[in-house]
């Protein structure tokens, strides 16, 4: 990779969906981390825009829309004014946060649809789709629920079982069912548009495994493992009557499809905030575009949207994509369908002022190349050990014992002793560490080397104890705290990009306006006799009690979740039921699929010969955990081919109330081959 110099940084943030809240998991994997990113690039003086805003289109809208009886712009209207205001309490500085439904978006998405499709990129492909024959349309991916041919999960959806993770297509469900109208679909032809990702895959493969090797492991390998499998062509439009028409003839009642017209959002929020400026930060060659996102959009920011970029031809590619892992809460996935999730706007409203402690804790367990957990004991520990114990407690003895002393004025440096000048070298690279941290997007780290600066002030005055030398030897007194107070002002420094709020209030006490980044590092920030601001608390302990009724109310979400059964669906006839062969097998051998996360592929004893079946519950099971042990499985369901293995059944499973699955068997030892009656 070459290193170049840009005059400007067009950050980006992935589009939350506007049909639900902001929580923690969105937090940690996007909007801190671009936040951090942007405030250390400003406080370096350059030229920066963080870009952000709502996707308002998409099938889980106009579900949501459909279950609550209003229309979709009811829905994107409430909550893109939630989650704005949500960013904006919690400090997320966004240059501009709009929208997908604005008008200046449609006018960029259509256009930018109509140049690839007058330049002849796309294909135009008529295919079988399900259509309904009751509601009178074609279903979107999400329109389709039917069981998971992986894990059996009833409630699969067209496009992916969020049991087991597995992506699909509507075609791979077994029984298939209408979301609109509850009847089986039938497939019917229709004509869309495709983007030829295949043809691209050459420059994919330059541009991303030569030129930015140096992009994150999980980023790289995510895309390495869809370049060796070989793209396809992906559509980009829908038969859907909820988004941007398409706008070509014999389009009607088809639109663009949310994953084509979702990324230009950035393009069409740029243009509405710089109406006669907004290509330099996108065309102009000394313009680095980051995309701040989670591993969820990887394959979308890096092969999908770059392709669109690359064939229109005039746009520059974004330079990263420093993608992040999952956070997980309480050592359990974050499921927004089952309310296991901190949301941000009711955690500023339990805990007015103290942003910066969720911003803290989010950055130290940032899931930047695994996934992650948040617990609610960590959160307090964290507080209490580190911001209030290291942080907290240094600034406020540095600036409590000048009061006392020295009548709230920076006393004067006397002669430095071997040990101060020690402790002045020890920090005096903290910017060169931090810089080095920041630029290559380690943020957690970057956090730790800003608090080990408040540990070497601690030591400091734990070493020195000028309490004890107040009587005695007030000049060394002035010059130790002369030294506390410069580390003082480093921290507020240092801290900027990560605690907004808590060094604001810093600069306050310190009676300054906030330093510039290129001053990290020195020793003058503050002069003798400059007065000082009042001293107060920046971090304030956790109690047990704040901490057990948070911790209560996911119990009590977890309760909830454990009373409320799925509904009983349609009634079959007893002939149909009849049908299936369910019998009892003894797994032999098992092992995982290579490149499928949540496949196990299984050997069963079946009292027959033997066969294979391969399981989407790799992310509950380990194969030594399986290997021995009975399962109950469906002996008469077609053979399907998965990753290039015959599956010839489906272990039958259950989903307990934290929503794992959990593999049904029989309650003492029976004969491989016996039926299930």
């Not at 920066?48 to 994107?76: F, Y």
């Not at 007015?352 to 950055?363: A, C, E, I, N, S």
């Not at 410069?486 to 330093?515: D, G, K, V």
Request: a negative charge; one cysteine or more; glycine letters at 8%.
């Amino acid at each position: 990779m070459k290193t170049q110099h840009f005059k400007r940084t067009l950050i980006t943030t992935a589009l939350p969906y506007a049909n639900g809240p902001v929580h923690i998991g969105h937090l940690a994997g996007v909007y801190v981390p671009a936040d951090i990113y942007a405030r250390y690039l400003r406080g370096k003086g350059e030229d920066v825009l963080l870009i952000g805003g709502s996707d308002e289109h998409g099938v889980p809208i106009t579900l949501r829309a459909k279950r609550e009886g209003v229309a979709p712009q009811d829905i994107v209207d409430r909550f893109h004014a939630m989650i704005k205001k949500s960013f904006e309490d919690f400090g997320i500085t966004f240059d501009i946060y709009s929208r997908t439904t604005s008008e200046i978006h449609h006018r960029t998405a259509s256009d930018f649809f109509r140049t690839l499709y007058e330049k002849g990129v796309f294909i135009e492909k008529t295919s079988e789709q399900y259509y309904d024959a009751e509601a009178k349309q074609f279903l979107a991916d999400r329109y389709i629920t039917g069981t998971c041919p992986h894990c059996g999960n009833e409630r699969a959806y067209g496009d992916q079982c969020e049991a087991c993770g597995t992506s699909l297509n509507p075609t791979d469900l077994l029984r298939p069912k209408s979301v609109i109208s509850g009847s089986a679909p039938v497939m019917r032809e229709t004509k869309h548009w495709y983007l030829p990702l295949d043809r691209y895959e050459p420059f994919l493969r330059q541009w991303i495994l030569e030129e930015h090797a140096e992009w994150k492991p999980n980023v790289y390998g995510q895309c390495k493992s869809w370049l060796d499998m070989g793209l396809q062509p992906r559509a980009v439009s829908r038969d859907l009557d909820w988004g941007i028409p398409v706008p070509v003839e014999g389009a009607e009642g088809k639109v663009l499809y949310v994953w084509f017209d979702a990324p230009i959002g950035y393009i069409s929020n740029t243009r509405e905030l710089l109406p006669d400026s907004w290509e330099k930060w996108w065309k102009d060659p000394e313009s680095k575009i980051v995309h701040f996102i989670g591993k969820d959009n990887i394959v979308f920011h890096c092969i999908v949207f770059p392709t669109m970029l690359r064939a229109e031809g005039t746009y520059n590619l974004p330079e990263n994509v420093p993608a992040n892992e999952f956070l997980n809460l309480e050592n359990d996935k974050i499921s927004t369908s089952r309310n296991w999730a901190v949301w941000l706007h009711e955690y500023l409203e339990t805990f007015p002022g103290k942003q910066d402690v969720l911003r803290y804790v989010l950055t130290a367990n940032a899931p930047e190349t695994k996934d992650n957990d948040f617990t609610w004991k960590d959160f307090q520990a964290r507080n209490n050990n580190e911001l209030v114990a290291i942080l907290g407690n240094f600034v406020n003895r540095a600036l409590v014992l000048t009061g006392k002393y020295f009548e709230n004025r920076v006393p004067a440096c006397g002669e430095l002793t071997d040990y101060d000048l020690r402790t002045l070298e020890e920090f005096a690279d903290v910017k060169t560490r931090l810089e080095k941290l920041l630029d290559t997007y380690h943020f957690r780290e970057a956090q730790k080397e800003a608090m080990n600066l408040a540990r070497i002030g601690n030591k400091y005055l734990a070493d020195t104890e000028p309490w004890k030398l107040a009587g005695t030897d007030m000049p060394r007194v002035s010059t130790i705290l002369y030294v506390a107070l410069q580390i003082t002002a480093n921290l507020s420094i240092a801290f900027e990009p990560f605690l907004p709020f808590s060094m604001e209030r810093l600069n306050r006490m310190l009676n300054i306006e906030r330093p510039g980044w290129n001053l990290l590092g020195t020793t003058g920030l503050l002069s003798a006799g400059h007065r000082l601001g009042q001293a107060e608390l920046l971090f304030e302990k956790m109690d047990d009690g704040v901490i057990e009724k948070q911790i209560q109310k996911l119990q009590d979400t977890k309760k909830e979740n454990g009373n409320t059964a799925p509904p009983v669906r349609e009634t079959v006839a007893f002939d149909d039921f009849a049908k299936l062969d369910i019998r009892v097998g003894t797994v032999l051998e098992c092992r995982k699929v290579p490149k499928a996360d949540r496949l196990l592929q299984l050997r069963i004893d079946d009292g027959l010969g033997g066969r294979t079946i391969v399981s989407g519950i790799a992310g509950y099971y380990t194969p030594e955990e399986l290997t021995g042990r009975q399962v109950c499985f469906i002996a008469n369901l077609a053979p399907r081919s998965l990753k290039g293995i015959v599956s010839e059944g489906m272990i039958l499973s259950a989903e307990d109330a934290e929503g794992k699955l959990v593999v049904v068997t029989t309650g003492g030892k029976v004969n491989p081959g016996s039926e299930v009656k």
